[in-house]
């Protein structure tokens, strides 16, 4: 356990700091183990101190897997894991990397050795860019609101993508998730889907709905993916969830 410290000790004297704002946006994965990834793709989003990311199959838009949390960047860059689909057992604990972060590549070493290299793929902001969290809807009129516990459902957006994950952080359920890309502008927010893990067919459709941010909250009004009426209230994930380690 002493080396441990005294490893990461050498990394804060000839790694320069990370700032969490230096991530914020999207990246692609492009290099495994010094292999080119190219039957996957997995895009990751970054955004106000939370993570997403989403695998699917390059040829058929299969899903392969999500996962995300909260991230800090004190010295180390280090992820908390609140979902994860093909390794439930990461939820709840957290995993300190090695970075370098230069010329819009980031490269890291995961705790079992195995080495990424992402590539930015945009860090534009709008006025919708941020990490959301479900609270209300309204329905014949009437709002309803909710504060997110345990089972909740996050959206965030970053870099022209988003993805959404509804999930169980104590029982490490995991009900679905979808992400692609996306703009905001006019009062229209647009979606399109690149992976959905319920229903690959999904895949190439746009959806489009009206928005306004009202009080801080995202107020999201149109049809779902399933052609219903939906008029939904997302929140600051920082302010509405009680649980957040910020």
Known sequence: MRNIFIFFGILLLTVPALKAQDLEGAWKLMEQDGKEVADLETVKIYQDGYFAFGTKEVPDNSFIEAGGGEYTTDGVYTEFYDFHTSSPELVGTERPYEFQLENEKLYLTLPDGTTEVWHRLSNKENDLSGNWVFTGRKQNQEISRSTPGDR??????????????????????????????????????????????RDDTRVGAQLQFIYEVKDGDWHHSGKSSKGDPMYEIWSPYKQAYQGARF
């Open 152 to 197: 909740r459902t996050v959206k965030i957006l970053g870099g022209g993508r988003f993805q959404w994950i509804a999930f169980n952080s104590e029982t490490r359920e995991f009900s679905g998730t979808g992400g692609g890309t996306y703009t905001a502008e006019d009062g229209v927010y647009t979606e399109n889907i690149e992976f959905f893990s």
